[in-house]
């Protein structure tokens, strides 16, 4: 069992990786904020799962519910830094479906709804979740 702690837990990344984790995580926690609590300007759950049904997600509620609190909870855990790769993990796939179902038809550029800002998070998440949540982490911590 302790190999399979090291092996979730465990970090050889340094504090750059750190500081990468945590401003990652901030944008996550408040993306799943608006699109669960309506904060920041979002829709709120309501709001996130008609959207969701109009570009053929469905059940609506499920996928905004599943939408938001895999970015919500999953940015705060990259905050923490506790569970960063599962977190890490379950943003990239989030991250995916995000740049397949809404973004990669208008080219990469942001000015055009494209992909380039789900892409450079993707980019932070697979960081993540390839070196672990860094110096500064409680993954770290109880790894060690």
């Known amino acids: 069992m302790s190999k399979l702690i090291h092996t979730v837990l465990g970090s050889r990344a340094g504090y750059g990786l750190t500081v990468l984790r945590i401003f990652v995580g901030i944008i996550f926690a408040a993306h799943g904020s608006q699109k669960l609590f309506g904060w920041f300007g979002g829709g709120g759950l309501a709001g996130t799962a008609q959207w969701m049904e109009s570009i053929g997600l469905a059940p609506g509620t499920l996928m905004a519910a599943m939408a938001g609190g895999t970015e919500f909870l999953g940015g705060l855990a ?10 890490a993990l379950g943003l990239s796939f989030t991250l995916l479906v995000a740049i397949f179902s809404v973004h990669i038809h208008n080219g990469l550029f942001m000015a055009n709804n494209g992909y380039e800002f789900a892409l ?23 790894a060690d």
Do not use: M, N, Q
Request: aromatic content about 4%; hydrophobic content about 60%; charged content about 15%.
């Open 78 to 87: 990259l905050i923490v830094g506790l569970l960063a790769r599962p977190a």
């Open 120 to 142: 450079a998070l993707l980019g932070g998440t697979v960081a993540v979740l390839f070196e672990g949540a860094g110096k500064l982490s409680l993954d770290r911590a109880i």
